[in-house]
């Protein structure tokens, strides 16, 4: 089957999640910057989870214009990456509503570890149904961020027993090395005329 109902309905749940993460947005208590100050803490908090969704959004966007055919597993396989991604909403307020206590900080380094594995075992229901022609598995290649990720994951919950600031650059670090654009997946779909 084609990948258009699969696309169509990530990115309508996608869209809601960042929907539900805004409204979950604290208003400050007053109308001074003062008060915005107050409300750092939520604001960052939510930056982090909607730079998370933009980044998971653009790399499903470039992944699923290499694939040709999807299948049950690789629906499920989607499934499982919307399901961890529609918890952010609620790990993002838990984290923002407790100050960054250390419990809701280490559950959202799971959840961002979660969402990593699910995007990779997507890749690999994609590779299976492709097959080893697939456009996809020649485009990833190495994929050293998507190894490198998890790790980074890890060492961020286990440095929120120490600090628990410290597991949110951990956890930002990953972030910002998924910003910078994948050139070799936007070089590829270019480069097979596949851009839409």
């Given at each position: 089957m084609r990948t258009s109902r699969l696309e169509a309905f990530s990115d309508g749940v996608l869209a809601i999640i960042i929907t539900i993460m805004v409204l979950e947005l604290r208003v400050p208590d007053g109308p001074t910057l003062h008060d915005l100050a107050d409300?750092?803490?939520s604001f960052l908090t939510y930056l982090l989870s909607f730079v998370y969704i933009g980044i998971y959004w653009n790399n499903h966007h470039h992944m699923f214009q290499l694939v040709r055919h999807v299948n049950g597993l690789v629906l499920w396989a989607n499934l499982h990456l919307l399901f961890w991604l529609s918890l952010y909403p609620f790990t993002?307020?838990?984290?923002?509503?407790?100050?960054?206590?250390?419990?809701?900080v280490v559950v959202y380094g799971a959840n961002l570890l979660g969402a990593a594995i699910a995007y990779y075992l997507l890749q690999q229901a994609i590779f299976r149904a492709e097959g080893h022609g697939g456009l996809l598995r020649a485009a990833v290649g190495r994929d050293l961020k998507g190894k490198l990720s998890p790790l980074i994951y890890l060492t961020g919950i286990a440095s929120a027993f120490l600090l628990e600031e410290l597991a949110l650059v951990f956890y930002a670090a990953v972030a910002v090395i998924w910003l910078v654009p994948d050139r070799r997946m936007e070089s590829y779909v270019a480069e097979h005329g596949l851009g839409g």
């Open positions: 409300s750092r803490t993002t307020a838990w984290m923002d509503e407790t100050g960054l206590a250390r419990t809701p």
